[in-house]
Every structure is written in structure tokens, then in C-alpha cells.
T-cell receptor, first 119, second 115 residues
């Protein structure tokens, strides 16, 4: 079974430039997450999708960040314009998850992340 | 509010030593889940274990064991006879019902196992 795929693995841009990250979850996983991980910290949730619906985007800075998962499969996270403080690793994860509590906390499978450096 | 504290920033041990990674959590909810994930140098977090708040039974999986104690709000992780391949950052995480089961991660403990 293929794991979560993310691209690019590394991205270096200048501040004020736009940037986009792509994620393809594990086949059959209807829940997709985007996390931000700063150096020496644990991942912080940016947005969670159930199929194509964003069910938790409370931590997404909507003035510059946007995300989409149009067909409920792969997803794109965009930053426009990027700021110096956005330098971090952006992780994508997926899980088999549904509305029932019994399955709502299935383990998450993570991709390798995209390391963003904003100069 | 939910919170996860991993007080140990870095731990260094020699191969074959036992090591315990501490995790203390805060929640006002009675329904919650606890997790441990491993992040090797490659960067991909790997799920190790999930435990729900109604199941305090400790678990052993090979060289790994977990001690869940609700009385002290702790979910500690022990590696027995550590190996160099255990070197990684380990994250404890919590999700609670009142928080919509959003997963909150601790800051992680970096484990170095020296040969």
C-alpha cells in the first residue's frame, strides 16, 4: 500500500511570493489533515477535511493560507503571500475516519512533509 | 483546555539501556484518546499506540510498553533494551471529545541511542 505522498519535499522562496504544497492521501482514507511543524515542536493542525468538506479550519490563517480538496482525494495548501515566519515543515496526514466515535480517532498516517524556507 | 506536556526535551542513552519517555496531559473531558507517535530522521511520523480514556490497561508490544495512569494524568512510554534504530523524536498526543477530537501534540522528546 502506498503511503501519503507530498510534493515538493523542499521549497525555498522569497518573502511575498506564493507557494503551494500538494498531498495525495492513502487510497480509501476519507480524512485528510494539514499540519504545521516548527523546529523543535510538535505538529499543529491547520485544517482537517472529511472527504471534500473542511470540518475544522479554525487554526488556518485565512488571510494568507487557503486549502482545497475538490474531489475528496488529493489536496493543495497554498500560502499567498509567504512571510518569513512561515518557514516550517508542512505535514499532510490521512486516516480512515467517519462520524462514529468508534472510528473518529483512528491512527493518522503521515507523509514526509514539505520543508519551506522563506528568505 | 487540552494540553500535552513532554518535559524531557532530549534523552541520551547507551544501547541496551531501558528508557522511559514521560507524558503528562490536561483535559476536562471524560472521553479522550491518547497517542504516541515516532518521528525518525526521515520526517514521517509513525503511529505507535492509541489508548482511550476508559481503558487504563497497560500494554506491551515487543520492547515497547505503555503505562496509562488517569490518577496522575500520565501516559508514559518505556523502551526496553534500546537500540540505535530507536533514535528519533517521540510525540505524545491527546484528542478530546469536547475539542471535536482535534489531536494536540506535545513538543516531543528527542531520544539518542548511542552504540
Amino acid at each position: 500500500e502506498a503511503g501519503v505522498v507530498q510534493s515538493p519535499r523542499y521549497k525555498i522562496i522569497e518573502k511575498k511570493q506564493p507557494v503551494a504544497f500538494w498531498c495525495n492521501p492513502i487510497s480509501g482514507h476519507n480524512t485528510l489533515y494539514w499540519y504545521l511543524q516548527n523546529l523543535g515542536q510538535g505538529p499543529e493542525l491547520l485544517i482537517r477535511y472529511e472527504n471534500e468538506e473542511a470540518v475544522d479550519d479554525s487554526q488556518l490563517p485565512k488571510d494568507r493560507f487557503s486549502a482545497e480538496r475538490l474531489k475528496g482525494v488529493d489536496s493543495t495548501l497554498k500560502i499567498q503571500p509567504a512571510e518569513l515566519g512561515d518557514s516550517a515543515v508542512y505535514l499532510c496526514a490521512s486516516s480512515r475516519q467517519g462520524a462514529a466515535q468508534a472510528t473518529v480517532n483512528n491512527e493518522q498516517f503521515f507523509g514526509p512533509g514539505t520543508r519551506l524556507t522563506v528568505l | 483546555a487540552q494540553k500535552v506536556t513532554q518535559a524531557q526535551t532530549e534523552i541520551s542513552v547507551v544501547e541496551k539501556e531501558d528508557v522511559t519517555l514521560d507524558c503528562v496531559y490536561e483535559t476536562r473531558d471524560t472521553t479522550y484518546y491518547l497517542f504516541w507517535y515516532k518521528q525518525p530522521p526521515s520526517g514521517e511520523l509513525v503511529f505507535l499506540i492509541r489508548r482511550n480514556s476508559f481503558d487504563e490497561q497497560n500494554e506491551i508490544s515487543g520492547r515497547y510498553s505503555w503505562n496509562f495512569q488517569k490518577s496522575t494524568s500520565s501516559f508514559n512510554f518505556t523502551i526496553t533494551a534500546s537500540q540505535v534504530v530507536d533514535s528519533a523524536v517521540y510525540f505524545c498526543a491527546l484528542s478530546e471529545a469536547k475539542g471535536g477530537f482535534k489531536t494536540i501534540f506535545g513538543a516531543g522528546t528527542r531520544l539518542f541511542v548511542k552504540a
